[in-house]
């Protein structure tokens, strides 16, 4: 079975300042790695996703992850953020092969401050 | 493309009665779609597995009786919420898999079901 951790709840942040946000995985077999945004009331928007070859993804709107499959992590980072990226960020994983079931870490609130 | 739309966006309904949801993939053909909640402040939980013209598979701990689940064409797959009780207010979000293959999931917009 596969588990996603996200640790950090909630992430303030000032603006035009980096961000990081984290999310570690666990899983036996091979996995496809993703992040989401979530803005209030709304419904998911693809970030990045990580399927094979280079571990550095970039993403929409100025975010890109690495993957680093010795420490089982895949950490969301921005280099200045803004007002606009305030949203819950949610990382998830699915098998490369199989039911192709998506699951879901807690969650992160960035919230960005000016 | 690939767009998935839900209907309706927001729905308050009296307890007791019931509700449903429309998924559907507007541009491709969805053999399988999947139907998450998601409580407040809390991470998408997956409540079942949708697969055009067969039954549902739900996840451990979902009343299949309760939330029933209909994928009638590969357009369109539709939760019901019945005998709704307030604890069933909830956001609830559904994906669409293009074809009978393929791991990427396109999500819907989500509804707001408020249970009075």
């Known amino acids: 079975a596969q588990s996603v951790t996200q640790l950090d709840s909630q992430v303030p942040v000032f603006e035009e300042a980096p961000v990081e946000l984290r999310c570690n995985y666990s899983?036996?077999?091979?996995?496809?790695l993703f992040w989401y945004v979530q803005y209030p009331n709304q419904g998911l928007q693809l970030l990045l996703k990580?399927?094979?070859?280079?571990?550095l993804v970039k993403g929409i709107n100025g975010f890109e992850a690495e993957f680093n499959k010795s420490q089982t992590s895949f950490h969301l980072r921005k280099p200045s953020v803004h007002i606009s990226d305030t949203a819950e960020y949610f990382c998830?994983?699915?098998?490369?092969?199989?039911?192709?079931?998506?699951?879901f870490g807690t969650g992160t609130r960035l919230k960005v401050l000016a | 493309g690939a767009v998935v739309s839900q209907h309706p966006s927001r729905v308050i309904c009296k307890s007791g009665t019931s509700v449903k949801i429309e998924c559907r993939s507007l541009?491709?053909?969805?053999?399988?779609m999947f139907w998450y909640r998601q409580f407040p402040k809390k991470s998408l939980m997956l409540m079942a597995t949708?697969?055009?013209?067969?039954?549902?598979?739900?996840e451990q701990g979902v009343e299949k009786d309760k939330f029933l689940i209909n994928h009638a064409s590969l357009t369109l797959s539709t939760l019901t919420v019945t005998s709704a009780h307030p604890e069933d207010s909830s956001f609830y979000i559904c994906?669409?898999?293009?074809?009978?293959?393929?791991?990427?999931?396109?999500f819907g917009p989500g509804t707001r079901l408020t249970v009075t």
């Open positions: 949708s697969n055009e013209g067969s039954k549902a598979t739900y």
């Open positions: 998830a994983v699915t098998t490369t092969s199989g039911t192709y079931k998506y699951i």
């Open positions: 541009d491709f053909q969805a053999t399988t």
């Open positions: 994906s669409a898999r293009k074809g009978t293959s393929g791991y990427e999931q396109y």
């Open positions: 899983s036996s077999v091979s996995v496809y």
């Open positions: 990580y399927l094979s070859g280079s571990t």
